[in-house]
């Protein structure tokens, strides 16, 4: 079996710092693309928890608990994040056709343009930044990181499957 060859550090890193570690590297990380996607949802006048709303109803029109759970947010939480992208016109709540107490929460036109715009962003930085990775790296980062969000998402009860419109 034959590994990557070894990457040169980018410029300044010091070549002893190989390794951060589980923990700081995925920490690490996690502020790099945190920071990507407050910068890019910023300019579009969006919060990160905003953008990972319209993010999650791009594919799928859950109900208002679906999001709390996608969004680790409460009751009341979810219900000012949806009030306020309501007001915005990037969303709609609607009388759920199972459960006429429950609600469920689409995009509209105009939030799918926006999420659509914010996402081509966001993934032009994420892909700068992976840029020093060869390509098998990069499709291994892609399957790791796919597992551990499934996973995650399989212990709190959320269905990471697209859903029809």
Request: charged share 25%.
């Amino acid at each position: 079996m034959t590994s990557s060859p070894a990457m040169p550090p980018p410029p300044g890193l010091s070549p002893a710092v190989e390794d951060l570690g589980l923990v700081d590297a995925l920490a690490q990380l996690s502020f790099l693309v945190h920071s990507a996607l407050t910068e890019v949802a910023g300019q579009h006048d969006l919060s990160v928890v905003q953008t990972r709303l319209l993010g999650i109803l791009r594919d799928r029109k859950p109900t208002m608990n679906q999001l709390g759970r996608h969004l680790c947010l409460d009751k009341s939480s979810i219900s000012g994040l949806v009030d306020r992208a309501q007001r915005r016109g990037l969303v709609t709540r609607t009388a759920s056709e199972t459960d006429r107490r429950s609600f469920q929460v689409s995009i509209t036109d105009a939030g799918r343009q926006l999420a659509e715009q914010v996402a081509a962003q966001f993934a032009e930085r994420i892909e700068k930044c992976a840029e020093p990775l060869p390509e098998t790296d990069r499709r291994l980062l892609s399957r790791m990181a796919t597992r551990l969000v499934t996973a995650d998402a399989h212990l709190r009860g959320i269905d990471l499957r697209t859903t029809p419109h």
